[in-house]
């Protein structure tokens, strides 16, 4: 998923390359799974003696049936098993999050790794709210590309669970009780990611697979997409008709039922977005900035007083940026917003020079670049004017106005790109 707000986030970490970012919102995940980790599951694992914590569940009630008068403090003697302190549940919890967040790590780097190894570059994984997700600078080439970088999330689920449930089947007699706790939570966490991961809407990995499936049968990657989407459209109304369904059976306004609806609002706009990317990548194929660039470009010198800038260029040419040439050479740009930034009174003795942007990579193109990044450099930077620049020279620039009135163009010519050698 293409999404410009979980580019952002605190980079944590750095794996073969990849960065790894934390968006603010995983924060509320780490909150409410600690919280209900350490009032609910741990303390009824606690119970079982390591087991699953709707075992410890199922010996409550059977004790409170009988005994209904019975603290938790006397349930625990009475079954016989030592009751963990607050300070060991509270630990347990903490570590049983984090851990949450190394199996989606895991599960993020191996589709990551994949899309690496096929030649698809990798902008980083971020993790959200809704788990993570591995941000890929271009979409799979061929369906079975699409396939290998699809399974290869579920598949390390399958075998983080897999040794998860050996070591506990395996050792469990050996272990104590809170390392069998963890253990069973563990292999619970993988083998949920697994399954609700292969559900069959795209944009899940599940949806890619079968995205990948069809797009070899039908050999039309546009028809594909749009299937794979409407069944992720289709999930998503199910995900959220069942916390609707549950807070109305319950009369109560759960947070499991809350979080269902979210989810499923979630999936249903990832799908769509999902679908309009590839329209995108569709009506801009093919194209470079050679084609939409304007030549005649005024350009205006790094010394240049704000003032003179604001009467003689901006409101003289009224476009909302310029490239700044020193001597011939690009560098960097001023927008409005650049001197919107310096105050009214020092207009007349500030310059150019010390409002402007300095030259970047991304705040550049090269005449052969493709408009797909094109777009993307302008979205990430928030700008609809950038240089182009060949071999260091200035040599026009391309506008946010004439790439979306080309995409438009050919929008209503049917969205087809010209015919491309076949893949
Ligand atoms: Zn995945």
Known sequence: ??????????????????????????????????????????????????????????????????YPWMESEQVFRFVGVDRWSAGEVWMLAVIGTLGLFVCVVAHELSHSIVAHGAGISVEGITLFVFGGV????????????????????????????????????????????????????????????????????????GGRVLRAALWALLRDVRRATAIASACGRALAGFLISVGVLQIYWTRSLDLGALWW????????????????????????????????????????????????????????????SFPVLDAGRLVGTVSLRDVQAVPRVDWALRTVREAMQEIGENSVVRPQEDLE?????????????????????????????????LLQIRTDLGGRAPPRPPV
């Not at 990849?18 to 603010?24: E, G």
């Not at 050679?290 to 476009?319: C, H, M, N, T, W």
Request: glycine share 12%.
């Open 1 to 66: 998923m293409a999404n410009g707000g979980l580019a952002s986030g605190w980079p944590i970490a750095r794996i073969f390359g990849i960065t790894i970012r934390l968006h603010v919102s995983w924060i509320v995940i780490f909150v409410l799974l600690t919280f209900s980790l350490g009032t609910q599951i741990i303390p009824m694992s606690n119970l079982a003696d390591g087991g699953s914590w709707w075992k410890g569940d199922q010996i409550l009630n059977r004790v409170h049936a009988q």
């Open 261 to 320: 609806i979210i989810l499923g609002l979630f999936l249903w706009s990832a799908a769509g977005a999902g679908y309009r990317q590839l329209a995108l990548h569709e009506a801009l194929a093919g194209v470079t900035v050679g084609d939409v660039i304007q030549k005649d470009v005024v350009a205006v010198p790094p010394d240049l007083s704000l003032d003179k800038l604001v009467d003689e260029y901006f409101y003289r040419y009224r476009f909302h």
């Open 373 to 405: 990044s094109v777009l993307r450099k302008m979205v990430e930077g928030g700008r609809g004017h950038l240089p182009v620049v060949d071999g260091g020279r200035l040599v026009g620039v391309v506008t946010r106005h004439d790439l979306l009135a």
């Open 134 to 205: 591995s941000r890929l600078r271009q979409e799979a080439h061929t369906p079975g590309v699409e396939f290998k970088v699809a399974i290869a999330g579920p598949v390390m689920s399958l075998l983080l669970g897999g040794a998860c449930a050996g070591m506990y089947y395996g050792l469990g007699d050996w272990l104590p009780a809170q390392a069998r706790t963890l253990l069973y939570y563990f292999l619970f966490i993988n083998v949920a990611l697994f399954i609700f991961n292969l559900l069959p809407g795209f944009p899940l990995d």
